[in-house]
């Protein structure tokens, strides 16, 4: 398998657990339905886990432009190679999105709530301020690849890695996810957000899209401003 299918087939992975716990969680009748925020960011961790154990062999497991932007940056990774990543990232998180939409096919036409709809496939802040949820973006995903970047300097505990930043995704979800949903990633929140407004999903509402640079360029910043503070510190 080549690298670009690597991204695509473990970000649609991704995406596919962790959307897919949302909408257990939050469609009618779904025998998990208000499972809470705790199933929620299990899901999502291990979610990561699993689909970082899948292709990282394959590709690195990037699964997130913005990762793959910092380590670039840092000299981590060929900047050649970014934009194939990204479209990869792009893709499957689009088709994973497109899945839990197959895999909940009949409870969509049973919950009214647009919003919870829309959260599903992206993020909905708590509450709506332009500077507080870039700023939650950035310190998450700062957290987020500062983490990663630690975490594989750790050579001791090689077949744990993708285990622990799985952990690690769940910690952020606990600690930092509450002001606007921790997207993260960039692909995590456009793809989805793109199929939302795609899907022929009964009573979805908007895609938001006045919102949608927010969890794109946050994560951006957050992820360049810790790979330089790993260059600097450690």
């Known amino acids: 398998m080549s ?30 339905q208000n499972g809470g925020w705790m199933v929620i960011t299990a899901g999502w961790g291990l979610g990561v886990a699993i689909a970082v154990y899948a292709v990282g062999r394959i590709s690195g497991a990037h699964l997130n432009p913005a990762v793959t932007i910092a380590l670039a940056a840092i000299g981590k990774f060929e900047w050649s190679k970014v934009l ?12 994973g999105a497109v899945l ?21 496939f992206s993020t909905v802040p708590a ?4 500077f507080a949820n870039l700023l939650s ?20 505990a090689d077949g744990l890695n993708p285990f622990i930043v799985g952990v690690l995704v769940i910690a952020i979800g606990l600690s930092l996810g509450g002001p606007t949903g921790y997207a993260i990633n960039p692909a995590r929140d456009l ?12 009573g979805k509402g908007d895609s938001d899209w006045s919102y949608a640079w927010i969890p794109v360029l946050g994560p951006i910043i ?6 330089f503070t790993y260059v600097a510190l450690f």
């Not at 970000?11 to 998990?32: E, H, P, Q, R």
């Not at 509450?127 to 332009?130: A, L, P, S, Y």
């Open 3 to 32: 690298p670009f299918l690597g991204e695509l087939l473990g970000t649609m992975l991704l995406i596919l657990f962790g959307d897919g716990v949302v909408a257990g969680v939050l469609l009618n009748k779904s025998k998990s």
């Open 84 to 95: 194939g990543y990204v479209v990869a990232q792009l893709i499957g998180a689009f088709l």
């Open 100 to 120: 839990v939409w197959l895999h909940y096919y009949k409870h969509w036409e049973v919950t009214e709530d647009k919003i919870a709809k829309l959260s599903i």
């Open 127 to 130: 509450i709506r301020c332009t």
């Open 137 to 156: 973006e950035i310190i998450g995903t700062f957290v987020l690849v500062l983490g990663i970047l630690a975490i594989g300097a750790n050579k001791f």
């Open 191 to 202: 793809g989805p957000r793109i199929a939302h407004a795609l899907l022929p999903i009964k």
């Open 222 to 227: 957050g992820a360049l401003l810790a790979a």
